[in-house]
């Protein structure tokens, strides 16, 4: 069976493109814990929910076909035995299971097993609170002691975020393993539906990275910028180490990818990922936040490729424009700065992602509308930009290409 995976840039026209619609996991999100929940606020979820289908009507209206992920992992995990195994390894991963652990897991196994296919789904993404499960306490003591936490498994509220747990790259798929605990159990749905799914499942599809691999990495740092280059980000999310035993896997299976350039940005709430900082809008012009064109020719670049043995060389550079010219190899590059590259403006739209751009063909962009001066100063560098309401969706410090897990791209 053909691949139906089909990623070798991140400009070619969106063809394919699977999103999460938010739901009742942002209902679970309160003040308490929401740094735990990597929020810095709580959004409004109905609002939230209109913006997002808003977002999606922009895609379609370009010729976008938009699967979402509850719907493809409800058809993969149709059959019990699937579901049994499904559910098994759920509650395994790091998750909170904090006390009397082994009553809760049977408790929490009988009480998913009794949903179909689309209840479960959505109930593990909303997450499970106390009070929805009885629980035999083992300990008599402290099962009278009231552990103030409120729930048995979390909400997985960052799932509207498609990009960072799964990402596409030529006709395989990275199954990435997420470095915040939030996050960690997002994996596993893309893991199910390429594994049950009548559309993915008779394919021969790579996989280029799991959680085999002890180090992570996210899709927010990898950027397929040509079907030969990628970009990725060494930050806070994303070790040198994963890139490098990336590298190897892509080399062994999809031939396409010769190079990899490593961009290293700061470890900072701001700079989360490279596309937080630096997003492909054209075949030469990128979106790049003023404080990376400010240290743009001292960087700490690192350009990985085989040698004629095969074996893999890393070079190190420090100048961002000649480096892209040079693994592009194009005569002239084309940063476009955030906020029109003034301090406040760029500070004020960096921290809503001005710089997340999603390419629906080469010049044609998705951003937040509240982003005008950066919307703007694209349309002045002859980008066709589409924007979409962000209020809300916004609030959870992720932008268009971070709510899209692109899965066909027309070939540039």
Not at 142 to 152: N, Q, S, T
Not at 241 to 270: D, G, T, W, Y
Not at 334 to 351: C, K, T
Request: glycine share 4%; with cysteine; hydrophobic share 40%.
């Amino acid at each position: 069976m053909q691949s139906p995976l089909n990623i070798y840039s991140e400009i070619g026209t969106l063809e394919k493109v699977m999103v999460h619609r938010p739901g009742k996991e942002i209902e679970n999100l309160f003040p308490e814990f929401m740094k735990e929940f990597l929020f810095d606020d709580i959004p409004n979820l109905r609002l939230a929910q209109k913006e997002h289908d808003k977002f999606v009507e922009v895609l379609s209206s370009r010729g976008a076909e938009v699967l979402y992920v509850t719907d493809l992992a409800s058809a993969a995990l149709t059959e019990k035995s699937v579901r049994e195994v499904f559910i098994d390894e759920f509650l395994t991963l790091p998750k909170q299971l904090h006390r009397d652990e082994e009553s809760v897991y049977k408790s929490l196994k009988e009480y998913l097993l009794s949903k179909n296919p689309t209840e479960l789904v959505e109930t593990l993404i909303r997450g499970i609170r106390k009070e929805e499960v009885f629980v035999e306490k083992r300990h008599k003591l402290a099962g009278m002691l009231d552990h103030p936490y409120p729930f048995y498994l979390d909400p997985l509220v960052n799932m509207y975020f498609t990009r960072d747990p799964y990402n596409v790259i030529g006709n395989g798929i990275s199954l990435n393993p997420m470095n915040q605990t939030a996050r960690k159990n997002e994996t596993i749905f893309m893991k199910y539906i390429m594994n049950h799914h009548p559309e993915f499942k008779d394919a021969d599809t790579p996989i280029i990275y799991d959680k085999s691999n002890n180090f992570s990495i996210e899709g927010g740092d990898q950027l397929i910028l040509t079907p030969e280059v990628m970009a990725i980000g060494i930050s806070a999310r994303t070790s040198p180490h994963a890139i490098e035993v990336l590298f190897k896997k892509l080399l062994s299976v999809n031939k396409s990818i010769k190079k990899i350039v490593a961009i290293q940005i700061p470890e900072e709430r701001a700079f989360m990922h490279l596309d937080t900082v630096f997003t492909q809008v054209d075949t030469n012009k990128f979106t790049v936040h003023p404080a990376v064109i400010k240290i743009a020719d001292e960087m700490n670049l690192f350009v990985m490729e085989t040698d004629e043995n095969g074996e893999i060389i890393v070079e190190k550079r420090t100048n961002l424009v000649e480096t892209l010219k040079e693994v592009l190899e194009l005569d002239d590059i084309i940063l476009i700065p955030i906020g029109n590259g003034h301090v406040i403006e760029a500070a004020r739209e960096q921290w809503n992602d001005g710089s997340n751009t999603l390419a629906l063909a080469p010049g044609v962009v998705v951003t937040y509308d509240r982003n005008y001066i950066t919307n703007e100063t694209l349309r002045s560098h002859g980008v066709e930009v589409l924007e979409v309401p962000s209020s809300e969706l916004s609030r959870g410090r992720g932008g268009p290409r971070c709510m899209t897990m692109p899965i066909s791209r027309r070939r540039v």
